[in-house]
């Protein structure tokens, strides 16, 4: 045809091109009922995902942000797991697996951009009182601080907001060989925020690095003594059940008690005020004053 091959090497690519963008525009428009599950709004908000207008574009940023090609590869991974790096326990049984996805993605992002140490268990160990000791005075900057001592550990923390449909306190799960401990500051109360870490630690250092622990699963009766073991090691760290009934032997209780016993504990006042209010040995009114926000830098 007296025609260069670099023109019909031109027109195949081209055409390849086109059947390429075809596929996709049609992977995005079968994914269209996938990304309406997700709190899209929300996520742009916190600046989670780019602002997006259609809901191609918006399908398109979402992939993106779980970095996989199509919806089929989310339900593998979070729904079936049927990836290498699975987790133990599926979403598939929570009423909102697609926000507590997004709300699990973005500690992973967040994760990726800090630096730690190899992860070391004595070190981890040692820095607990440490970070006891931090819990105890509550200090502007307490994250950074309670961050930076667990990095040196090789344990990373991070703090990612609630989002709509994924009301969680706390997830522990390991990425590859590097424990990470996401808190969401969920009620905003000082004494609730460190039990939650010191119970995500406890199964750090309880239990194995297959394992993820999270809110609102249907966990089995193994995985349930789990939980109770976490909760057992995050009372011994913020107030234990010996210094608790010594606290409680004292009639008449009153917050300068509270005070005087935090200062020997080595706890925060409100640990003890919330101890005690959550197992209705004293009233809701008492001490509310000594409960402190949790402010993120």
């Known amino acids: 045809l007296k025609i260069p091959a670099h023109f019909w090497l031109t027109m195949q690519r081209n055409y390849d091109e086109f059947l390429a963008r075809e596929e996709r525009r049609e992977m995005l428009a079968a994914s269209a009922d996938w990304t309406r599950k997700f709190p899209i709004a929300e996520m742009i908000k916190k600046g989670w995902l780019p602002a997006a207008s259609s809901l191609e574009e918006k399908t398109h940023q979402l992939l993106a942000f779980f970095s996989i090609s199509n919806a089929d590869a989310w339900k593998d991974y979070y729904l079936h797991q049927q990836l290498k790096v699975a987790f133990r326990i599926s979403l598939a049984h929570t009423r909102e697996p697609h926000a507590i996805s997004a709300w699990l993605r973005k500690g992973e992002l967040q994760a990726a951009e800090l630096p730690a140490k190899t992860y ?3 070190g981890f160990k040692d820095a607990l009182p440490k970070i006891k000791s931090i819990m105890a005075k509550h200090p502007q900057g307490f994250f950074r601080q309670l961050q930076q001592l ?3 550990a090789g344990v990373k923390v991070v703090h990612t907001p609630c989002i709509n449909k994924a009301p969680i306190n706390g997830c522990t799960r390991w990425l590859n060989d590097t424990p990470l401990i996401q808190l969401s500051g969920r009620y905003k109360r000082n004494d609730i925020f ?3 870490f010191f119970h995500e630690a406890g199964h750090i250092l309880l239990h194995g690095k297959k394992d993820i622990f999270l809110e609102n699963i249907a966990y089995s009766e ?4 789990k939980e109770k073991e976490a909760d057992s090691f995050a009372i011994r760290w913020t107030l234990s059940k010996e210094e608790q009934n010594q606290i409680m032997e004292k009639p008449g209780i009153n917050e300068d008690d509270v005070v005087s016993f935090a200062k020997e504990f080595n706890t ?8 005690l209010q959550h197992d209705k040995v004293i009233s809701h009114t008492l001490g509310r004053r000594f409960f402190e926000p949790v402010e993120f830098e």
């Open 120 to 122: 070391n268990e004595g």
């Open 150 to 152: 667990c990095m040196e």
């Open 194 to 196: 460190w039990f939650t």
């Open 222 to 225: 193994k995985d349930n003594q």
């Open 268 to 275: 925060h006042p409100a640990i003890i005020i919330g101890r």
